[in-house]
């Protein structure tokens, strides 16, 4: 999937690379790394995160998970713009989402991007008769989703789960699981995700 743009508090849009790199900089010192040996633990290759971290290079939300589980922090530590504290307001006309290559799966924040946090709210959405398959996330990762809208089928080691509109679901996120809407319209979802609390 690839990433859009992240708002800032200002109403305009941050470039989306330039907040990737500057947190994906940040993170990597702080935690004594190089880019060889982050590299070699992500399995993304140095000049790619070279490339990211001089925001030359807008990785895919599967890149950006597989750094993610390298430097064991929440994906959302990447996006994390500077922002104010207090009531925060997200208009629903100036939502950004993250879309897959082919279109047919889609979501999108709702939370502040301004910090890195435990726990992160997305409402996502999937095409009729669509697959989106997700990589493993950090150990200790939880989500608990819940279907808005249509149908959803989710698979989590070998089961296969049925869900209906209303119903909800809880499972520890830490190996690959596999997202399908068999239904003729739209599957609509909220989910929440929570990292370990060694996290961050």
């Not at 070998?158 to 319209?185: C, K, M, S």
Request: proline share 4%; aromatic share 6%; hydrophobic share 45%.
């Amino acid at each position: 999937m690839t990433l859009l743009s992240v708002p800032s508090d200002n109403g305009g849009d941050v470039d989306v690379a330039v907040v990737v790199g500057e947190n994906l900089r940040r993170l990597r010192t702080r935690n004594g790394l190089s880019l060889e040996r982050l590299a070699k633990a992500s399995g993304v290759s140095r000049a790619m995160l070279g490339q990211v971290e001089l925001g030359q290079s807008t990785p895919t939300i599967a890149v950006l998970w597989k750094i993610a589980r390298a430097l064991n922090v929440p994906f959302s530590a990447f996006l994390a713009a500077p922002g104010e504290g207090g009531l925060r307001v997200l208009r629903g006309h100036r939502s950004k989402w993250l879309t897959s290559a082919n279109g047919r799966f889609s979501c999108r924040a709702l939370f502040p991007l301004d910090q890195p946090r435990r726990e992160e709210f997305y409402e996502i959405r999937l095409a009729a008769q669509s697959i989106e398959e997700a990589d493993a996330h950090a150990p200790g990762t939880s989500e608990n989703l819940v279907v808005a809208k249509g149908v959803l089928e989710i698979l989590v080691g070998t089961d296969w789960q049925r869900l209906e509109t209303g119903d909800a679901v809880h499972f520890v996120a830490d190996i690959p699981h596999t997202y399908r809407n068999p239904g003729l319209g739209e599957a609509v979802a909220f989910l929440v995700m929570a990292y370990a609390e060694n996290q961050g």
